[in-house]
T-cell receptor, first 113, second 113 residues
Framework: DGGITQSPKYLFRKEGQNVTLSCEQN?????MYWYRQDPGQGLRLIYY???????QKGDIAEGYSVSREKKESFPLTVTSAQKNPTAFYLC????????????FGPGTRLLVL | GQQVMQIPQYQHVQEGEDFTTYCNSS?????IQWYKQRPGGHPVFLIQ?????EVKKQKRLTFQFGEAKKNSSLHITATQTTDVGTYFC?????????????FGSGTQLTVLP
């Protein structure tokens, strides 16, 4: 099956701790994205990557970091600098060139203890 | 920054009633996409509109793109309980930003049986 997976489904973080959210896709998409969704709100772009070894900040990149060492993988690290990390995190991927439908993973819910 | 505004934020309808959500941008969009997110789920692509004045239908759903390519609407005729969820518009701007899509804040639809 082709698709995009995220793990874990739920994640608990202690104060001052860094945590990494996994995102993997086997759709052969060049572009990948990370969004944050807060209750009752839309999707805000954290980081995006158009190609391996390259990524750009979105609207709310502070307190987050990413890497893109492989085409299939785009992990997101929520650092201790992110003071309000409790949210639903969604990873997406798309082709590049032309109008671009984004395919979303099932998401990771992060909760700070 | 470039934004896509979406209204209403919430809508409660009786089953069988119609529903409409609207999106508006202050700058011209190159295309607009619509996504549906079921409660507890992730956004799923519904449709893309590219041409000025374009109208597309999917069964009971009608999507429109304004003549000036600055606004769009989604209309559901005779809602059913399966229509429950949050509907997002997402626009690409003509400036050709590599970030791909800017999401509206979504309209959360509740259908009362």
């Amino acid at each position: 099956d082709g698709g995009i997976t995220q793990s874990p489904k739920y994640l608990f973080r202690k104060e001052g701790q860094n945590v990494t959210l996994s995102c993997e896709q086997n759709l052969n998409h060049d572009a990948m994205y990370w969004y944050r969704q807060d209750p009752g709100q839309g999707l805000r772009l954290i980081y995006y990557s158009q190609i391996v070894n390259d990524f750009q900040k979105g609207d709310i990149a502070e307190g987050y970091s990413v890497s893109r060492e492989k085409k299939e993988s785009f992990p997101l690290t929520v650092t201790s600098a992110q003071k309000n990390p409790t949210a639903f995190y969604l990873c997406a991927s798309s082709i590049t060139g032309g109008p671009k439908t984004q395919y979303f993973g099932p998401g990771t819910r992060l909760l700070v203890l | 920054g470039q934004q896509v505004m979406q209204i209403p934020q919430y809508q409660h309808v009786q089953e069988g009633e119609d529903f409409t959500t609207y999106c508006n941008s202050s700058t011209t969009l190159s295309n607009i996409q619509w996504y549906k997110q079921r409660p507890g789920g992730h956004p799923v692509f519904l449709i893309q509109l590219v041409k000025s004045g374009e109208v597309k239908k999917q069964k009971r759903l009608t999507f429109q793109f304004g003549e000036a390519k600055k606004n769009s609407s989604l209309h559901i005729t005779a809602t059913q309980t399966t229509d429950v969820g949050t509907y997002f518009c997402a626009g690409s701007f003509s400036s050709g930003s590599a970030r791909q899509l800017t999401f509206g804040s979504g309209t959360q639809l509740t259908v009362l049986p």
